[in-house]
């Protein structure tokens, strides 16, 4: 493994499935009650530029339950980029703290942070990306279904962070992807790419389309997130017209397979991309996916600041 997870594009298909695996076994040794503190003593640092609930809870209990320790750094109190540069927070950091998890706006800050960072530097989501969420979210489709390879996930709505490391992550498992965004909202061309490589590799496809109904057509998961991500506010009538069509209700559910999963990173905005009807309706499995975030970190921070006793 690198050092950092910056990005799922970081990782290899073995890093993948070495995360996925080490999940499945600290969240089964958890659950039973067994204590393994690979991280004892360790401290993490967790600067963030925009709010959380998942992200920061999951953090700070995971590498409690690592037996290390967790400090909350506040937009306010860092200041990153402002009360002194990225290169020198990173590198003052690093004499401090044992591995460092950022929130922010600018997904370079997390890039730079990374490369002038000593200590792990794991993204815990920026404009670009959101890979700790998508780690969570191909754990919870395996637990559910057995495996990943083979089935299809069809994403709803913008073409956004979530999406983004979804689609990457998809190529790692070789897991089919359709993605239906309005136009203008689509995906980052270079994480299309990126993303299509690594599925031509694994042997699934990757497709793109501006018709909700025809991604979630034969889905086994459809999947969606907001219409207005955080530092888009100033965007949000204009968004919310835009993506009346993709909205993921009942009628939409319907088209897809039968056991169909329904997946949303939350915080969800009901009523807009999702219907209280879906979010909390039989097919969704949106509250194993947030308690993932959890499990599949923990595997994450073990495998980079731990000692190598995790895998
Ligand atoms: N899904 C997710 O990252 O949630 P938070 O924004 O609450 O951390
Ligand atoms: N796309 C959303 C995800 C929140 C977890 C955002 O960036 O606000």
Redesign the pocket.
């Known amino acids: 493994m690198r050092k950092d997870l910056v990005s799922i594009a970081d990782l290899s298909v073995e890093d993948f499935w070495r995360i996925m695996h080490t999940a499945a076994r600290l969240k089964a040794e958890q659950k039973a009650g067994t204590a393994r503190p690979l991280l004892a003593g360790k401290v993490l640092g967790m600067i963030f530029q925009k709010p959380s609930l998942r992200t920061r809870v999951s953090f700070e209990v995971g590498m409690r339950q690592l037996g290390g320790h967790a400090m909350y750094l506040a937009p306010d109190e860092i200041q990153l980029g402002r009360r002194e540069s990225v290169p020198d927070a990173a590198r003052v950091l690093s004499r401090f703290v044992d591995g460092i998890m950022i929130r922010t706006f600018a997904h370079r800050e997390v890039e730079v942070l990374a490369e002038h960072a000593t200590v792990p530097v794991v993204n815990g ?1 920026s ?1 670009f990306s ?1 890979p700790c ?1 998508a780690l969570a979210d191909m754990l919870t489709i395996y637990e559910k279904r057995g495996r990943l390879e083979g089935l299809t996930l069809a994403y709803v709505g ?1 073409g ?3 999406a983004h490391s979804l689609l990457l992550a998809a190529g790692l498992a070789g897991m089919n992807m359709a993605v239906a965004s309005p136009q203008g909202y689509e995906c980052d061309p270079q994480v299309v790419a990126r993303a299509r490589a690594s599925a031509q590799a694994n042997g699934c496809v990757l497709r793109f389309v501006a018709d909700p109904r025809e991604a979630v057509r034969d889905a086994d998961i459809i999947y969606t ?2 219409w207005v ?2 530092g888009q506010e100033t965007e949000q009538q204009q968004r919310v017209s835009v993506f009346d069509p993709y909205r993921v209700d009942a009628r939409l559910v319907e088209l897809a397979s039968p056991d169909v999963l329904v997946m949303h ?3 969800a905005h009901r009523g807009e991309e999702i219907t209280d009807e879906v979010l909390d309706g039989p097919h969704s499995i949106v509250l194993d996916q947030a308690e993932n975030r959890l499990h599949a970190q923990k595997a994450v921070l073990a495998l980079l600041m731990g000692n190598g006793g995790a895998g």
Do not use: G, I, T
């Open positions: 989501l404009d959101h969420q913008d956004n962070n979530v997130d907001v991500s955080m990173c939350l915080p």
